[in-house]
């Protein structure tokens, strides 16, 4: 995959240094002041990730930071390694993209193929080496892999939860409407459905049965006030 630069970014960014090279010039009053309210504007734009900061923009980022008094970002953990902070953006972008991949195919048989982009990040923070996840990365990361045609896509369902697509998956209407539900916290309940939808029992026991084989939806035997079902790609990680 190829690293391709975002036009807007590097414009916001070349508006960052320009606005350093000012500063520079200017008079020490106030000038530690001005330099941490500079660090924070920036921050709030572009994260504290140095990874994904173009290499002229780390070091300018890093020079800022210690002319404002504040600690060097010296490392950053990745690929289970601590490396110096400032590798290469694309190292990272790539690095991202074949994690998601891994565990979109580690989890298929558990998930039917599915997971929501909260349930995506959690697990990267969790289960990876990824110990500083953007959800703007990822979210970039994920238009290449559709776009690239190595995922199938992301929808946003009704509730609002965007779910990316590992497999390709057509969902009916009914079970569009079920998952929709079921990306609120991960679970449903009979009872909860009968009451949420104006069903009869027979056709929500249909649809719950096309998900459990398509090992979207597992059913709880333990649960004994009724029937319900997980979704383990739907669950909401805290």
Not at 22 to 27: A, D, N, R, S
Not at 118 to 131: G, Q
Request: avoid cysteine.
């Amino acid at each position: 995959m190829t690293d391709r630069k975002d036009p807007e970014e590097e414009a916001a960014y070349k508006k960052f240094a320009d606005k350093l090279k000012v500063k520079e010039l200017k008079g020490e009053g106030g000038r530690i002041k001005e330099l941490r309210k500079m660090v924070r504007e920036f921050e709030e734009e572009f994260g504290k990730d140095i990874n994904l900061m173009p290499a002229e923009m780390q070091i300018k980022y890093q020079k800022l930071r210690k002319e404002a008094g504040l600690p060097k970002i010296s490392k950053v953990e990745v690929s289970g390694v601590e490396k110096p902070g400032l590798i290469d953006k694309s190292e990272y972008i790539t690095k991202l993209a074949n994690t998601i991949l891994k565990l979109g195919v580690e989890r298929k048989n558990t998930t039917g193929g599915i997971l929501t982009i909260s349930e995506l990040v959690y697990l990267l923070k969790t289960e990876t080496p990824f110990k500083v996840v953007r959800i703007k990365a990822v979210a970039k990361v994920l238009k290449k892999l559709e776009k690239e045609g190595l995922i199938a896509g992301i929808k946003k369902l009704d509730s609002g939860v965007k779910l990316v697509e590992f497999v390709p998956i057509s969902f009916s209407k009914d079970q569009s409407k079920i998952i929709a539900l079921a990306s609120r916290n991960g679970e449903l309940s009979l009872e909860e459905v009968l009451k949420r939808l104006n069903w009869s029992q027979e056709r929500i026991l249909r649809v719950l049965e096309v998900l459990e084989k398509s090992n979207i939806a597992q059913k709880d035997p333990r649960y004994s006030a009724g029937q319900k079902w997980y979704f383990p790609g739907l669950i909401k990680s805290k």
